[in-house]
């Protein structure tokens, strides 16, 4: 008798031991990601440009945040080092903890950018033309447009993308155009089969 009370005794500690364990594990795996905060390096306003993709002189109009990124709406006045559209979008961390831009609206000023996101990160922000962070955008603004060139006036918008749709959300909606096609292809030929 007082060895069955030993084993029932014995599961029960094992079981209260492996819940804490489940519990312990579930808490560090679903516990929010630790904050930390932005370190930045100022670099010299000339290799801050060098560096640069691109520089804009713009207006951010909008703002989209999804999860840890924010997608910026900017209505370009100029650019230096090349010509870019009108109307861009620029994603950035949403947080200057993560060494977010966060540019306040409405309010023209100087970005500099990284990308475009083909060329460098797609996956970051794969509904965005362009990528900058904090870090990117230390220093003087004057200084940075000094050492930039020439100004260049921005490009117009496409006669066939009136709405300015950035070339990621174009191939969103081909891609789900084809999917869509699919599927009804798929429904079509289950329907035939099945009247054989």
Request: charged residues 15%.
């Amino acid at each position: 008798m007082t060895d069955g009370r030993v084993v029932v005794i014995g599961r029960r500690i094992a079981a209260v031991v492996l819940l804490g364990a489940v519990g312990l594990l579930g808490s560090v795996v679903l516990a929010p990601g630790i904050a930390c905060a932005c370190s930045c390096i100022a670099l010299a306003p000339e290799s801050v440009v060098e560096r640069a993709s691109a520089v804009v002189v713009g207006t951010p109009v909008a703002v989209e945040e999804s999860g840890t990124r924010a997608r910026y709406t900017v209505d370009v006045a100029r650019s230096y080092k090349q010509a870019v559209p009108e109307r861009i979008t620029v994603s950035s961390p949403s947080t200057s903890a993560a060494c977010g831009l966060s540019p306040e609206l409405n309010v023209e000023r100087v970005i500099v950018l990284a990308g475009p996101l083909e060329d460098t990160n797609p996956e970051a922000a794969p509904d965005a033309d362009w990528h900058t962070t904090l870090c990117q955008n230390l220093g003087a603004t004057e200084e940075i447009l000094a050492h930039a060139g020439e100004p260049i006036a921005p490009t117009a918008a496409d006669a066939d993308d009136p709405g300015g749709l950035s070339a990621g959300a174009r191939a969103g909606i081909v891609a789900g155009a084809v999917g869509g096609l699919l599927v009804l292809a798929a429904a079509g030929w289950l329907l035939v089969r099945r009247f054989r």
